[in-house]
């Protein structure tokens, strides 16, 4: 609560601070201010006075809803949620409960609630939910189902309404409180079973608790799970058998089904209370805060729940020191009045003196502060008793720091005998906290004693980072292979330090990640020779991780590395065949552009260059013998036939894939050809050659023509297993007849079909040669193994 809203009986309205000091004043009327109603954002006010006048409006602008009525009003609802633009509603009572909406043209529209049970002189509005209270009972309205939910009646009839005012409160969005005279009852709104509705609302109401009371009620508010009471109190005189007006009394109470039990009474001094009627005190309080307001007509009193404070002033009266210090730890926030850093203070030493040092060490966070004189004291105090680690984590490291020599000084205790957590605080701890050369040295230092450790080695790099010395950290990172690697090069752009060492890159993943490819080739796509370098590697290691950078790869072995271009183009499967062609093409590279010419399948293109670019016969030889095609034969015996050197590569060589005779007819006569006697030689020798394959070919054929032929006679001659289980393939009875006594006669085929003798048709064409009609009607076409057994 940041604000209270006090009316006047002479019209005034007054904003006050929580201290009691106005902030505002507004002129509503000459006349009593009746009623007072907030929003829960405290930023709409609605206001009612005895002479029927109603203003809604902001507490920032005055611009809402002014009305005066002939008739007095006594109480107004705003709808807790009246700053938004869909619940601009409110709800007025004197003789009818009033409810007045505003529509979309931004008029006001009213409608009449209930009316006709006499003056309306309570209303509480929580949620979807409007509770008001008239001279004969409770009800509760349903804004949301606009349904009358129930009427809960008032008990004792005898006492004036006007005198002795109903008290409401809601406990929650579906609980409440409603007190009357003596009487107090817990309501519960619930939902009714779908089945058991009819007529009736969607909501009922159960009264939880009902129970009567010692003394007049004036206000009900909430406290936890039990209830804060403003009573009026009459006691009898000593002397004269007559009542008279005691102090109100403010008492939590737990209510019970039909009882209550008082947890605390207190008895409040207010000016004049002996000519104050129940009617002239209100208790109010401050949602989701344990702050009561009990207004008088000449006070406010301000009650708040005991917190920490006064439990801990109660704990050091008792001299109950430890309990004090333990209250203290529990709610640091809470304690206001107290030295909270004297009784942290302690509480550290007691932690200490137990051996709790890791508790002592987190408690010195919240007890000491910012007071950096205390921290330093308590870090040697720590180290004195060798506790260092234990207080290293709860260092300040923010914009108030120690000297850097208490850092250092616990870095130092760490690279003694703590090589990981040493490794901890210098990721977790910032550079600027100490001086980096010292560290640095420090751990030089023990590297000169154990120079593979790669927790120092990679210590040593992140502080080289912190220094800004990034090639010396990148050379670390090299050396170790660290996955960090890639970032502290893009993001400080150290490509240019690691020149000779890029090619190192790929070898630190077990497999290359697309997301460091896609880097380094951004980094150096202004060094395109490295880039080649770093390409043709990562090309050699996968054909497929670099595909998308194929295509530029050809111009990059073109220019850095022409003998590596050929092998690429044979084992890459994502190159763009047509611009390597245009590449290979302009730059005149005949063996890559025949071998791009062959595989787009223009081989007789490649073939006219190989023989009139590179005039080798030998490659145009081999060309031919790759492609096995019989044109480009053709074709390159009619190109060498005017050219000896030629005639005497392919006398050597055509003989095993072209009749030498077809070249030998060709020649010229008088045609000079170099080596002819040596070339005629091997072509007769490659013929016998020819000849003796082709009679150890058919020798071995015959043999194991033989032995197959032999093999499956004697499988054929093998008997075959013959029983009850096997039936005939013409009329699919079983094979084997049920009297065995009687002769029978069965034909097995080596095929495995069986026909009872009688079952099979008439002999084939060959006299005493049965064919199984099955196995013949599968290679004469369907049906005709029918027809065959019809025959």
């Known amino acids: 609560c940041t604000f209270l809203a006090l009316g006047t009986h002479f019209g005034k309205v007054f904003l006050l601070d929580i201290q009691g000091n106005v902030t505002q004043k507004f002129e509503i009327s000459s006349v009593k201010i009746n009623q ?3 929003d829960e954002s405290g930023e709409h006010v609605g206001i009612c006075s005895e002479d029927g006048k109603v203003q809604v409006f902001g507490l920032y602008t005055r611009e809402g809803f002014h009305e005066n009525f002939d008739c007095p009003v006594k109480v107004v609802a705003l709808h807790p949620q009246f700053t938004r633009s869909n619940y601009k ?38 949620a979807n939910l409007i509770a008001w209270a008239n001279n004969v009972g409770v009800k509760i309205y349903d804004i949301s189902t606009k349904q009358r939910i129930t009427n809960v009646l008032r008990d004792n009839v005898s006492l004036r309404p006007d005198m002795y005012p109903c008290s409401l409160c809601w406990k929650d969005n579906t609980t409440l409180i409603v007190g009357w005279g003596t009487s107090i009852k817990i309501c519960v709104v619930k939902e009714r079973n779908p089945t058991e509705m009819r007529d009736l609302p969607s909501r009922y109401v159960e009264i939880m608790s009902a129970f009567e009371t010692e003394f007049f009620i004036s206000g009900l508010a909430p406290l936890a799970d039990q209830l804060v009471t403003l009573f009026f109190v009459k006691e009898n005189s000593d002397q004269m058998d007559e009542e008279f007006r005691a102090r109100p009394r403010l008492d939590i109470i737990q209510p019970l089904p039909e009882s209550c039990e008082e947890i605390s009474s207190d008895a409040l001094t207010v000016r004049y209370f002996q000519d104050n009627e129940c009617r002239d005190y209100r208790l109010e309080h401050a949602e989701g805060e344990s702050l009561f307001y009990i207004i008088s007509p000449k006070d406010i009193v301000v009650a708040k729940e005991r917190d920490q404070d006064d439990h801990i002033d109660w704990l050091l009266e008792k001299k109950k020191y430890e309990e004090a210090l333990m209250a203290a730890e529990i709610s640091f926030k809470n304690i206001k009045r107290h030295d909270v850093q004297k009784i942290g203070m302690a509480y550290i030493n007691h932690l200490v003196e137990k051996g709790d040092y890791d508790s002592a060490a987190r408690k010195c966070q919240k007890v000491l502060g910012k007071n950096m004189e205390l921290w330093e004291n308590e870090v040697y105090r720590f180290k004195t008793i060798g506790q260092l680690k234990a207080i290293s984590q709860y260092l300040p490291r923010g914009d108030l720091r120690l000297r850097p020599a208490i850092y250092e000084m616990i870095l130092h205790e760490f690279l003694k005998t703590d090589y990981e957590g040493f490794a ?23 590297l000169k004693r154990d120079p593979t450790n790669s927790t120092l080695l990679t210590t040593l790099a992140e502080l080289y980072t912190y220094d800004q010395r990034y090639d010396r950290a990148l050379e670390i990172y090299l050396r170790l292979r660290h996955k960090d690697v890639y970032q502290l090069i893009h993001k400080h752009n150290l490509f240019s330090s690691i020149e000779d060492k890029i090619v190192l890159l790929m070898d630190f993943d077990k497999e290359v990640k697309i997301s460091h490819i896609n880097l380094v080739v951004e980094e150096l796509a202004d060094r395109p020779e490295l880039l080649h370098v770093y390409l043709h590697k990562l090309f050699k290691r996968d054909h497929h991780k670099g595909q998308k950078y194929h295509e530029r790869q050809i111009g990059l072995y073109a220019e850095y590395d022409r003998p590596n271009l050929l092998p690429f183009l044979r084992d890459s499967t994502h190159c763009p065949l047509e611009k390597a062609l245009e590449i290979c093409q302009q730059r005149n ?5 025949v071998f791009l010419l062959s595989r787009m399948g223009n081989c007789r293109r490649a073939l006219q260059m190989i023989m009139e670019e590179l005039e080798d016969v030998d490659k145009a030889i081999e060309f031919a013998k790759e492609q096995d095609d019989a ?4 074709d390159l015996i009619s190109y060498s036939i005017d050219k000896p050197p030629f005639i005497t590569g392919l006398l050597n060589n055509i003989g095993t894939h072209v009749d030498p005779i077809l070249l030998i007819h060709r020649i010229k006569e008088g045609m000079e050809i170099p080596n002819l006697r040596d070339s005629l030689v091997k072509i007769l020798q490659d013929y016998n050659l020819q000849i003796l394959l082709r009679e150890g070919c058919k020798k071995i054929l015959v043999a194991d023509s033989l032995s197959l032929l032999q093999k499956m006679h004697r499988t054929q001659m093998r008997g075959v297993r013959v029983d009850e289980e096997n039936i005939c393939e013409s009329c699919h009875a079983t094979i084997l007849p049920s009297d065995m006594a009687k002769p029978f006669s069965v034909v097995v085929f080596h095929c495995r079909h069986m026909f009872h003798k009688e079952c099979l048709p008439s002999s084939g064409t060959i006299p005493g040669v049965q064919f199984c009609n099955i196995c013949s009607a599968k290679r004469r076409g369907p049906g005709s193994g029918i027809l065959e057994m019809k025959k």
């Open 424 to 446: 901890t605080l210098i990721r977790e701890w910032p550079g600027e906290l100490y001086n980096n050369m010292a560290i640095v040295q420090a751990v030089n230092d023990h």
């Open 589 to 593: 590279f005949v063996e890559e552009t």
């Open 89 to 126: 509603q409110f709800v007025t009572g004197g003789n009818k409960l009033l409810l007045y909406e505003r529509n979309w043209l931004n008029r006001w529209k009213t409608s009449v609630l209930h009316e006709g049970e006499g003056t309306i002189t309570n209303i509480q509005w929580r």
């Open 631 to 634: 044109e480009l034969w053709e």
């Open 36 to 38: 007072i109603s907030l």
